[in-house]
């Protein structure tokens, strides 16, 4: 019996963080030993926000070797990037032609988007379209998702359910894969928002390439409360909570051990433990992605491999698409 498939991925944009790494990467690693796994770096996505070309470039090799040194393995997972597989934008126009504008006008992501840009282009609005693409067109099982991404799902499985209606089954419909152990990893200055790769103020986040000294003095920077007590409360202590969460995350120690474990300690004692969990964490994903990056030729064979498996699969769902909606087959 053939694997399961499970398919997701990343935008190359901002830096990589622990948040990443606790709500995907890490759970991507699991996976990838139960599921037949694709790991996208969405680099086309990408150009929907302004890039500089070079600094894109080297971002993407950068997000591919964060990809393996956090374990995906690539004898185990194809990791793909995006815009080397042309049939993700070759189906995409054919689904911008099963998708209304009414649905594209929900989109709350486009809606909190398109509200601090200038570059509000047709780009930003299709997005969830490219991003179904890129989910019917390996034919996923699972696709991993937080919370903001819900409803782009929704959209690839409402598109997938009225092509196969009209066209017969093609498409498998899309299940959420909701990891029961991820945490959602908050901003370290402002912990009523997630904490986000795209940061601008890097303070907020804890990057998967920052050294040990920057580890600690974020963390030491990071907001608490006025109180002493080191306990769980979301509601009167979130910045705190927040960084519990975090350890609770590394060391899977349950919040109640973590809370006993620190009476009468005060915060700094909590934020230097918690910061050498997470330097013991990164260092060697660090180590690992400096050698990764000196191999150039390695870092092309994985996206060659990738990209080499992904046109081959893909293909087979854009044939059989293009012959149901009626376009001729080029001999």
């Known amino acids: 019996m053939s ?9 190359p944009s901002g830096n990589l963080c622990i948040g990443n790494y606790l709500g995907a990467l890490k759970q991507w690693e699991n996976l990838q030993n139960e599921y ?23 971002r993407c090799l950068s997000f591919v070797a964060q990809y393996v040194a956090c374990g995906i393995n690539p004898d185990k997972s194809k990791i ?6 042309s049939s993700h934008t070759e189906l995409m126009w054919v689904l911008n032609c099963f998708t209304y504008m009414g649905e594209l006008n929900r989109m709350t992501q486009f809606k909190d988007k398109s509200k601090n840009t200038k570059n509000i282009n047709a780009g930003l609005y299709t997005y969830p379209v490219l991003m179904a693409s890129d989910i019917l067109l390996y034919q996923a099982d699972l696709v991993p998702v937080g919370a903001d991404q ?32 991820g945490s959602r990893i908050m901003s370290l200055q402002n912990p009523e928002s997630k904490m986000s790769k795209s940061d601008k103020n890097l303070n907020n986040i804890i990057s998967l390439l920052d050294d040990p000294k920057t580890i600690k003095k974020k963390i030491n920077k990071s907001v608490t409360d006025s109180g002493s007590e080191i306990i769980y409360d979301e509601i009167k202590k979130p910045g705190l909570s927040n960084l519990i969460s975090i350890y609770h995350s590394l060391s899977l120690e349950p919040i109640n051990t973590i809370e006993e474990k620190y009476v009468g300690k005060l915060y700094s004692d909590f934020k230097n433990d918690l910061s050498d969990l997470i330097i013991e964490l990164l260092n060697p994903i660090n180590s690992e992605y400096q050698k990764i990056m000196d191999d150039k030729n390695y870092l092309f064979d994985i996206l ?5 498996y992904a046109r081959y699969k893909s293909n087979k769902t854009l044939s059989k698409v293009y012959r149901k909606v009626g376009l001729v087959k080029n001999k």
């Open 3 to 11: 694997k399961k498939i499970i398919l997701s991925g990343i935008q």
């Open 36 to 58: 037949e796994s694709i790991f996208l770096v969405v680099d086309l996505h990408a150009l929907t926000i302004d890039q500089i070309p070079s600094e894109l470039r080297n």
């Open 80 to 85: 793909v990037m995006q815009s080397h597989v």
């Open 150 to 181: 819900k409803q782009h799902l929704e959209l690839a499985r409402d598109i997938a359910i009225r092509f196969n209606n009209k066209y017969s089954e093609t498409f498998k419909v899309p299940e959420p894969y909701i990891s029961k152990n």
């Open 304 to 308: 060659k491999e990738g990209s080499d």
